[in-house]
């Protein structure tokens, strides 16, 4: 077993596919789940999964032509819709960037949830072709989308999700 194999096998890797699977799974069945319910059970998930996709090993690949993605524009919509639905009137956030401009962003939790289900259906499919290249370019890409797209996601969920459900309390 060489270095990239044992990397791709790795408890940091099998750790996040068991939490992305959970997170998928749930997604997946969103309609049969209460707002409330959704909404505490993402309350819990969104720092594991955080956690877990900030431990990703730095993967070398040695054939990226195996990157795929999987989970269609469909696909993405029927989910969001569903989500959206699911907690509205609440999945409208407003977020500052850093950046020059201090203008509030409008957010959307839906559409963040949704863009993190994407991403990670998607590396548990390649990694489920279950060969040394697919695993290799499912940890790369994941880590790599982590950094760059549903790491950010995830913590602007977060602090939504917080507010709604402590807003009554404050």
């Known amino acids: 077993m060489n270095n990239s194999e044992n990397l791709t096998q790795s408890r940091s890797v099998l750790e996040l596919l068991t939490v992305s699977h959970e997170y998928c799974l749930f997604i997946?069945?969103?309609?049969?789940?209460?707002?409330?319910?959704?909404?505490?059970?993402?309350?819990?998930?969104?720092?594991?999964?955080?956690?877990?996709?900030?431990?990703?090993?730095?993967i070398e690949v040695a054939d990226d032509s195996y990157v795929e993605r999987y989970v269609t524009a469909e696909t993405w919509e029927i989910i969001f819709n569903s989500l959206r639905n699911k907690i509205k009137p609440d999945d409208s956030y407003y977020f500052a960037e850093f950046s020059d401009d201090t203008e509030a962003t409008q957010g959307s939790i839906a559409d963040n949830l949704t863009?993190?289900?994407?991403?990670?259906?998607?590396?548990?499919?390649?990694?489920?072709?279950?060969?040394?290249?697919?695993?290799?370019?499912?940890?790369?890409?994941?880590?790599?989308?982590?950094?760059?797209?549903?790491?950010?996601?995830?913590?602007n969920a977060q602090k939504a999700i917080h507010q709604i459900l402590f807003k009554k309390q404050n």
Request: charged share 30%.
């Open 28 to 58: 997946e069945k969103i309609d049969t789940y209460s707002k409330k319910d959704i909404l505490n059970y993402f309350q819990k998930i969104i720092p594991l999964l955080y956690l877990k996709g900030s431990l990703l090993p730095d």
């Open 115 to 155: 863009d993190v289900y994407q991403d990670l259906k998607d590396f548990e499919i390649l990694y489920a072709k279950n060969t040394q290249t697919a695993r290799e370019n499912a940890v790369f890409e994941c880590k790599k989308f982590f950094e760059n797209h549903w790491g950010i996601r995830l913590l």
